[in-house]
């Protein structure tokens, strides 16, 4: 009789190391899909977020004004062109959002 139980204790000492095998495999199985829950979550905050700026109703105006004064001298067979002043170059840029009743940051209202 003494020896039927001790037989059970070992088997007991077995399934429990068993059942712990399987959960910790269980969880290093399941370590890849938390990992990618947790990253498509936080990829979803991000794009809830909105763009920094709005590619399709942008309207950009630039203007570049470049001035020079030259001189040209044409001489029967010969030309020559003189720079009286050095070359200017303004360039001025303004930026528009239009249609910003159609713009959409971050989730919809229900």
Not at 40 to 56: E, N, P, T, V
Not at 86 to 110: A, D, R, Y
């Amino acid at each position: 009789m003494l020896q039927y139980l001790n037989n059970k204790r070992g088997q007991s000492f077995l399934e429990y190391s068993v059942m712990i095998v399987v959960v910790v495999g269980a969880l290093l199985t399941l370590q890849v899909y938390i990992k990618r829950g947790v990253q498509g979550r936080l990829k979803s905050a991000a794009d809830d977020i909105g763009d920094q700026y709005s590619d399709g109703n942008s309207n950009v105006l630039k203007v570049t004004v470049r001035n020079s004064d030259t001189q040209q001298i044409f001489n029967a067979g010969n030309s020559s062109t003189t720079m009286l002043k050095p070359e200017t170059t303004n360039t001025t840029e303004n930026s528009l959002i239009v249609n910003t009743q159609q713009e959409f940051w971050g989730t919809k209202p229900e």
